[in-house]
């Protein structure tokens, strides 16, 4: 996992993240949060001011800006004490900065509106930012929270992965594979030394005692090599070249998911985006007008399943320029419905209204479908996760059995004739040198020719052995 990986518990896992992770993380009105819901909350800002007859554009900026900039200053300091001290909100913590931030939206842009000269209803406006609030920012929240965790997924599925492959790897080889590895190992090495002392030992005299030492320490430093290459190399390969991936996959990847369900998710943002208008259209006092607002976002809603459920079938479901299209195509059908319906007598409002549908119902289809499938895409990684792990296992478990047969055939092979007789030319070599003195020049000899046949008996096995590989 990457060393930036988030230490929200929760993150950082290859479990599901929970509800209470993932809107007590620091995912709850962190700078991302803050600047993505900017443009919509201004937009939501302009059409409350409008519907409540607010003419002066300039003041509705400012108090769209003004209530945003807030938010932050309230939201931004919590989510970065979250991340610096890796600690998770209680559910209800975090609804209650929720309020916190709804209650003074409400009172800021009342509050303006009277500085101006204006009129307005703080308790509706208190009451429409808190539901808003509630709603909205545990929701993008969410999404938010849950896509960062499917990154972290996405790597460790990656991971996962890249473990099975080596594993298998492994698990490919056959007993005779690891035994023919090994032998060449020690072939290759421990011939050439022996080759070189054979070549060397019939020129030693009595009195060599040095050069006799040496070459008992090199007999002796085969000796261990012999012990090595059986215990290292019969229980380890190097994998396949792997190319290590990111810490984390790019963003792209994240918002790459299978969108399934979308009546049901066109259905819920459409309701969604509802709960908004509906309730701002009521306070212009134009009844009409909202029952034409209700027809056109159903109408939306159903322009908006029908092509999903479309690229789905066609397999397009999955990119993402496409997706945001889709959103904007659907939402302006909704604004075609509602000119439609409204006619040539349509208000500056209902204006306002066919510039925001598009708009918002991208931003809840996207929160809104992001939140339904990025969660059922992560419980999906998840399982492949865990599916991997265990196949990984299994793997390793039969390549640990392979490894042992292979290691069981080489302690028979090597320790016994090969090992045993290097190990006795070290200890004959290294004894004779101790003692120069009290041996004679036909003791030196017969050592030396004892050796030497001992030498040739291990050449002599080790050319059988790479025949026999």
Not at 186 to 206: E, F, H, K, M, N
Not at 300 to 322: E, M, T
């Amino acid at each position: 996992m990457s060393s930036s990986a988030s230490r929200t518990p929760g993150f950082g896992g290859t479990g599901v993240l929970g509800l209470r992770a993932s809107l007590g993380s620091e995912w709850t009105l962190n700078l991302p949060h803050w600047w993505m819901t900017f443009v919509p909350s201004v937009l939501l800002v302009a059409l409350q001011e409008v519907a409540a007859g607010t003419a002066d554009g300039r003041l509705i900026l400012l108090s769209g800006v003004a209530q945003h900039v807030v938010a932050g200053l309230l939201g931004v300091p919590v989510a970065l004490l979250l991340k610096r001290r890796g600690a998770t909100l209680p559910i209800w913590a975090s609804f209650l900065l929720s309020g916190v931030i709804g209650v003074t939206r409400g009172l800021l842009g009342g509050g303006l509106v009277l500085l101006a000269g204006g009129t307005a209803d703080l308790g509706y406006r208190i009451l429409f930012w808190l539901a808003v609030a509630w709603v909205w920012m545990p929701l993008t929240a969410y999404v938010l929270a849950q896509v960062q965790h499917r990154r972290l997924l996405l790597a460790e599925l990656g991971a996962a992965r890249r473990r099975r492959d080596s594993a298998r790897a492994l698990a490919e080889r056959s007993s005779e594979e690891i035994r023919s590895r090994v032998i060449w190992a020690i072939s290759a090495t421990v011939s050439p030394v022996v080759d070189d002392i054979r070549r060397t030992l019939p020129g030693l005299r009595q009195g060599d005692a040095e050069e006799m030492q040496q070459i008992g320490s090199r007999l002796a430093d085969i000796a261990d090599h012999v012990n090595w290459a059986v215990d290292r190399l019969s229980g380890h390969v190097e994998p396949p070249y792997l190319p290590a991936p990111r810490s984390e996959p790019p963003l792209s990847s994240a918002l790459v998911f299978e969108l399934t369900r979308p009546v049901l998710w066109s259905a819920l943002a459409a309701a969604a985006l509802l709960a908004v208008l509906i309730p701002i259209t009521l306070d212009a006092e134009r009844d009409a007008l909202a029952a034409e607002v209700l027809v056109a976002v159903a109408a939306a809603a159903l322009v908006l399943a029908v092509v999903s459920r479309a690229a789905r079938l066609h397999g397009s479901a999955r990119r993402i320029r496409p997706i945001v299209v889709r959103y904007l195509l659907a939402g302006l059908a909704g604004s075609v419905v509602l000119l439609l319906l409204a006619g040539p007598g349509i208000t500056p409002f209902g204006m306002l209204l066919l510039l925001v549908l598009p708009l918002g119902l991208t931003y809840s289809a996207a929160v809104i479908s992001a939140a339904v499938g990025v969660t059922v895409a992560n419980a999906a990684v998840v399982r492949s996760i865990r599916r991997i792990e265990d196949a990984s296992a299994r793997l390793e478990e039969s390549a640990r059995d392979d490894e042992d047969r292979a290691r069981a055939q080489l302690d028979e092979l090597l320790h016994g004739p090969i090992q045993g007789r290097l190990a006795a030319c070290a200890m004959a070599l290294n004894f004779h040198s101790a003692a120069p003195d009290r041996s004679t020049a036909d003791g030196t000899r017969q050592m030396t020719e004892a050796v030497l046949g001992h030498l040739d008996a291990v050449v002599t096995d080790l050319a059988a052995l790479e025949r026999s590989a």
